[in-house]
């Protein structure tokens, strides 16, 4: 079992920046992709940015050269650096990360941007 804890979500006014950090603990040694998705009142889940074990990412193109996704696997711990924010990025934030076939979610964070 792996537990997930975000923190760091919040309003902020377009074209600001917000940083979000999601805490693993548990069967931490099983765990290789790390990620972030998002979802949107309304909207289905989507993928916003993973990171694999080794550092390789992959980010949806709405977030591309806005968003960062990094990790440190000593700390077991996912981040997400987001700039230049848009109203349309406003949604809950779910961490996620694949642990063999297991997928684990943490609760959610809420960013909301105000335009």
């Known amino acids: 079992q792996v537990q997930l804890v975000e923190s760091g979500g919040g309003l902020v006014q377009a074209g600001g920046s917000l940083r979000l950090s999601c805490a693993a603990s548990?069967?931490?040694?099983?765990?290789?992709?790390m990620g972030w998705y998002r979802q949107a009142p309304g909207k289905q889940r989507e993928l916003v940015a993973i990171?694999?074990?080794?550092?390789?990412?992959t980010y949806a193109d709405s977030v591309k050269g806005r968003f960062t996704i990094s990790r440190d696997n000593t700390a077991n711990t996912v981040f997400l650096q987001m700039n230049s924010l848009k109203p349309e990025d406003t949604a809950v934030y779910y961490c996620?990360?694949?642990?063999?076939?297991?997928?684990?979610w943490g609760q959610g964070t809420q960013v909301t941007v105000s335009s």
């Open positions: 996620n990360a694949v642990s063999g076939i297991a997928a684990y």
């Open positions: 990171i694999a074990r080794a550092g390789s990412t």
């Open positions: 548990g069967s931490t040694w099983r765990i290789n992709a």
